[in-house]
């Protein structure tokens, strides 16, 4: 009888996932998934499949963890211009100065233009962030459901920018001098 190999499922995604998010897919190998998650290459592939499978698995749960947890964090009840402007910012805060960047922004790019399963989990965290963008929106007075689903790929397009950016380096104190008068001019709160 074999024997069963018990392990926290939600941690070691979380640990792949870092490690995914720090080195691309490309750079990420079992030996490293093993190092990383503390797992044998054998649990591994019984519990989530090659590589390409453990990859889609931590996209999903990066979506589920990261991208909703973000979106709940900061634009739940606050005014949309609080909320936008604190999500965005929170972008230049990552821990220990580090610049890893999204996994969602470095595997759209690390994948870019190939027709690979990972393009529906990118594509729906993609959505999350517009959906959320135009929730927001639409909770300012007076904004038409167009002009919100605009402003919400507008929204969408900043982000993935500063995180680009942000990921190449950039000088991110010049990145926070933009982040307050973008989000004003979109949300239309220039008092604010």
């Known amino acids: 009888m074999a024997r069963l190999i018990e392990f926290d499922e939600t941690e070691a995604l979380t640990s792949a996932m870092h490690a995914f998010r720090r080195l691309g897919y490309s750079g990420v190998s079992i030996k490293i998934l093993e190092a990383e998650t503390g797992l044998s290459s054998g649990s591994i592939y019984n519990s989530f499949g090659d590589k390409a499978a453990v990859f889609q698995r931590v996209m999903r749960h990066y979506n589920k ?87 919400s790929l507008r929204l969408l397009t900043y982000y993935q920018g500063l995180l680009v950016l942000i990921r190449h380096g950039y000088d991110k104190a010049a990145l926070r001098d933009t982040i307050k008068s973008e989000i004003k001019g979109i949300t239309g709160d220039l008092d604010a």
């Open 65 to 151: 963890t990261v991208v909703e947890k973000r979106i709940r964090e900061h634009l739940d009840g606050v005014t949309p211009t609080e909320g936008l402007i604190a999500l965005f910012e929170s972008l230049l805060d990552e821990p220990d100065d580090g610049a890893f960047g999204c996994l969602l922004t470095n595997s759209a790019i690390e994948f870019a233009g190939s027709n690979t399963g990972t393009d529906v989990e990118i594509g729906s965290g993609f959505e999350q962030f517009l959906s959320a963008f135009k929730t927001t929106l639409m909770s300012v007075e007076d904004v038409d459901p167009d002009t919100a689903q605009r402003s």
